[in-house]
């Protein structure tokens, strides 16, 4: 194998991530690394909509499945984690594939922490952009990585104060002692991020048929077994279903719920990658013949 390089598979929910990493893997001889948020989570296969058993045995798969629920999980753990996957991979002799819709875990591995001077004149338009599609607690992760002193003196949760120090954070010529991290860059390792870019009524679809699925495979009975206290328990799906059990919602409304949910998050992923400045839109049927020509792939012997 030639120098070592990375795919990076995003895309929305429902987009068909987990199937085209796993096609891409078997062409290419890669394995996947996770990069969801939710789907490091044990015990939460449905709400996550992590990939099937079937799925993880077609392809090896790194950092899925694999924290307690009530753990907490960092970025900087993540990129650091990814990387020593990324690692062990490369020794085998394959590719390695990321895949996943977490913008914010994505950032942390490439070293796109620091924002691009490109988008400097407008910091403050972006960080309310970034509040409107990360929660707060991304927000105040991205603060202790770039200024770890003022981190510390804020709460976590207080979402003004903490986009105020990030914009001061980030701004041209601010100087801080930034938190080491472990990146794709400082690795020298090249990488190449896709975003599938699928039509909108095609996504939309995707989603009404991916809840059915959720409902009928038993995210109520999984929500209740997770509890509210678990950390993912805001993913979407957990609080809908959560309020069904309560009876806040019928059936019908838990379904008309799920479905408005996921579309807006859908929404979100899609306008937070419109954002980044090095992402490439394609879509699915194009990413094996550009893999091809940006990263000199070749597909496997059989």
Known sequence: MSSPTVLILAGTTASGKTELAIELARKFDAEIVGADSRQIYREMPIGTAAPSPQQLAAVPHHLVGFLDPFERYSAARYASDALDAIGAIHRRGKHAIVAGGTGFY?????????????????????????????????????????????????????????????????????????????????????????????PWPTIDLRISERVNAMIEGGVVNEAERIGSAAVAANAVGYPQALAYLRGWSTRGELRESLERATRRYARRQRAWFRSEPLTVWLAPERVAEVVREKLGWSAKRK
Do not use: C, K, N
């Not at 991205?142 to 003022?150: I, Y």
């Open 106 to 198: 994505i950032r942390a591995l490439t070293g796109g922490i620091a924002l691009a001077p490109q988008y400097d004149a407008g910091l403050r338009d972006r960080l309310a952009l970034e509040a409107m599609l990360h929660p707060v607690e991304f927000l105040a992760e991205w603060l202790a990585l770039r200024d770890p002193r003022r981190a510390g003196e804020l709460h976590a949760t207080d979402t003004y104060r903490v986009l105020r120090a990030l914009e001061i954070a980030l701004a041209p010529g601010h100087t801080i002692r930034e938190a080491p991290l472990r990146t794709l860059t400082s690795e020298r390792l090249a990488w190449l991020l896709v975003f599938l870019d699928l």
